[in-house]
C-alpha cells in the first residue's frame, strides 16, 4: 500500500463513510488539532521517565479515538472500529491520573510560566493545542458527542499536572508569574 493517494490532490478529503469535504472544513481542522497535540504527546513521551511515557502512549491512543470520532459526524465509527469508543470510564481514568500525579506536587499559590525540562515544556506546549482543539470541537456542527468535550477538557488539565510533574522529576521548580 502506497501512502499518497492521489484523492487529497484537490484540497478535498473524506470523512469517516466516505462524504467528501474540503480540507479547510471545521472539522478536518479540529481533528487536524488533534493530529497536532498527538504529535507533541509523541515528542513528549521521548523525553519522559517510563511512568509518565506509559501514560502519555495511553493519551496517545485515546486521541487516535477521539480524531476518528470527529471525522465521523454520522457517529457510526463506534460501531465499526471498537477501539475508536470512548466511554466515562475513559475521563474517569484521567481523573485518577490527575489525582495521582498531583499527590506528588507541591500546592500551586499562583499561576505559573510554561517551560522548565524539554518533556514539561512540551506537555505545556500540548497543553495549550488541546485548548485550541477543544475550542474547535466546541464549534462543530452537528455537535459533538458531549463526552468527547469533557475528555479534552480533563485532557487539558492532566497535561498540566504533568508537566508540573515532569519538570518536579527533573529538579526544576515551577517559575511562577
Not at 146 to 151: F, V
Amino acid at each position: 500500500m502506497k501512502i499518497y493517494t492521489r484523492t487529497g490532490d484537490a484540497g478535498e478529503t473524506s470523512l469517516f463513510g466516505g462524504t467528501r469535504v474540503g480540507k479547510d472544513d471545521p472539522r478536518v481542522a479540529a481533528y487536524g488539532d488533534v493530529d497536532e497535540l498527538n504529535a507533541h504527546l509523541g515528542f513528549a513521551r521521548a523525553a519522559a521517565h517510563a511512568e509518565l511515557a506509559d501514560e502519555i502512549a495511553k493519551l496517545q491512543r485515546d486521541l487516535f479515538a477521539l480524531g476518528a470520532q470527529l471525522a465521523d459526524p454520522s457517529g457510526t465509527v463506534g460501531s465499526k472500529i471498537s477501539k475508536a469508543v470512548m466511554t466515562e470510564g475513559d475521563v474517569t481514568r484521567l481523573e485518577q491520573v490527575i489525582d495521582r500525579f498531583e499527590a506528588e506536587l507541591p500546592p500551586l499559590t499562583n499561576f505559573i510560566l510554561a517551560g522548565g525540562s524539554v518533556c514539561g515544556a512540551e506537555l505545556h506546549v500540548a497543553r495549550a493545542v488541546c485548548r485550541r482543539a477543544e475550542r474547535a470541537m466546541v464549534a462543530l456542527e452537528p455537535a459533538v458527542d458531549p463526552l468527547l468535550l469533557k475528555y479534552i477538557n480533563r485532557l487539558s488539565d492532566l497535561l498540566f499536572v504533568l508537566a508540573r510533574s515532569a519538570n518536579q522529576r527533573a529538579g526544576l521548580a515551577d517559575l511562577p508569574w
